[in-house]
């Protein structure tokens, strides 16, 4: 929830927009405001289609793939997280000893139930590792539709691109005709106001957009390439949702995109300020109780981490392995305890909503907690 808990401007569209009807079984004229805005924002969009769950509109991008492409194979890689489904949750977190090689990872069940059908058009990479992913495609390119991948992994301790990666795989995609899918589930309208792929300077040919796209209400949306999008409607590629025309949640993405972007998007100037005093808060008081903790990431997201001795950073699964999470997830406990909680996975998320008073708060109760 990017503006944090409850912001009046949000609250208000809504409820003001509310008081119209909450369904109307077709498009509404704030939908269409909405996506001229994310049109605007965003470099890959030129066509957009809404959802409820960041979920739904990964299966909407990966089908629009796979369609566009007339192939099969989708590339994800290891680490990375694109909602729950059979065909996608694979890999996010594998135990190492059923992970396989690193070069070669296998593609791992993450649930009971799942069907073991569904994973055979997934080929399960290593990030941040673009000569594998060269090989992989220069063999098989003639099968493989799409890569999705999340262009900064949030969902294993907030990792970088290497420098060149992401414009590696850009190549690579343009000249073998795969689609190139970023998820930007966490980093859509989070790392910037226009997203990863702006940060980045890489276009992908669809993205896919929720949690802060609407601070906190259920939408989803996948944008991207008129000439991809457009098999929606021309080729008749399935997308459905009854929910999909949410008016509700199209009011409250108008009116957390103007709160993100007003006054030359101060907005992200403040989340950043504020996450870098905190992550070197943080870091100054792990020196001064000798912890071995450090912090990797953007002042918007970051991620704690005990690297193994000589390791700086850690730019892929394998290596977010290494670190000890048992150490952490302890700090967290008593942290939580003295009035600070961190999300399950570890991942620490600035808000509009953070002052410079609960920075201080959250340092003065790491410290608490450092003291013993
Ligand atoms: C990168 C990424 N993709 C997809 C999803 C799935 O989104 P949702 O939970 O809205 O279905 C998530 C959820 O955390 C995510 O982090």
């Known amino acids: 929830m990017i503006l944090g808990h409850a912001p009046k401007s949000v609250l208000a569209a809504v409820s003001d927009t ?16 909405l996506a001229k805005k994310i049109v605007d924002i965003v470099p890959c969009a030129e066509l957009i289609r809404f959802a409820s769950s960041g979920t739904e509109a990964i299966q909407a991008a990966v089908r629009l793939a796979r369609a566009y492409a007339e192939r099969s194979k989708i590339i994800k890689f290891e680490g990375h997280y694109h909602g729950w489904t059979d065909n996608v949750f694979v890999s996010v977190n594998p135990p190492l000893d059923q992970a396989g ?69 850009r190549e690579l995609c343009t000249k073998f005709g795969i689609v190139l899918i970023f998820d930007e589930v966490i980093t859509g309208f989070r790392v910037a106001l226009d997203g990863a ?46 929910y999909n025309a949410n008016v509700l949640a199209a009011a ?55 690297l193994p001795t000589g390791k700086n950073k850690v730019k892929n699964y394998r290596e977010f392995l290494q670190c000890d999470r048992t150490s952490l997830d302890g700090f967290y406990r008593k942290l939580q305890s003295a009035g600070t909680r961190v999300t399950a996975r570890g991942t620490w998320f600035l808000s509009t909503a953070h002052k410079k008073e609960d920075i201080e708060e959250t340092l003065e109760q790491v410290e608490w907690v450092l003291r013993g």
């Open 101 to 169: 090689d690193e070069s070669k990872p296998n593609s791992v069940s993450q649930t009971l139930g799942q069907s073991i059908s569904a994973v055979e058009d997934l080929i399960t990479l290593p990030w941040n590792n673009l000569d594998v992913l060269t090989q992989l495609v220069r063999a098989k390119h003639a099968e493989v539709a799409g890569i999705i991948m999340e262009p900064m992994n949030c969902n294993t301790g907030a990792i970088f691109p290497e420098p060149g990666y992401l414009e590696g795989v």
């Open 18 to 33: 509310l008081s119209m009807g909450q369904l109307f079984a077709g498009q509404t004229e704030l939908e269409a405001q």
């Open 197 to 242: 792929q702006g940060l980045f300077n890489v276009t992908p040919d669809l993205a896919v957009f929720a949690k802060a796209l609407a601070g906190g209400f259920p939408l989803a949306a996948v944008a991207g390439r008129r000439s991809i999008m457009d098999l929606l409607h021309t080729k008749s590629v399935m997308h459905g949702g009854t």
């Open 252 to 306: 409250a993405g108008l009116a957390t995109i103007e709160m993100l972007e007003a006054d030359d998007c101060a907005a992200y100037a403040d989340m950043n300020e504020n996450g870098r005093l905190l992550m070197e808060g943080l870091s100054r008081l792990w020196s001064k109780y000798n912890v071995n903790f450090s912090v990797q990431g953007l002042g918007t997201v970051f991620h704690p981490l005990n």
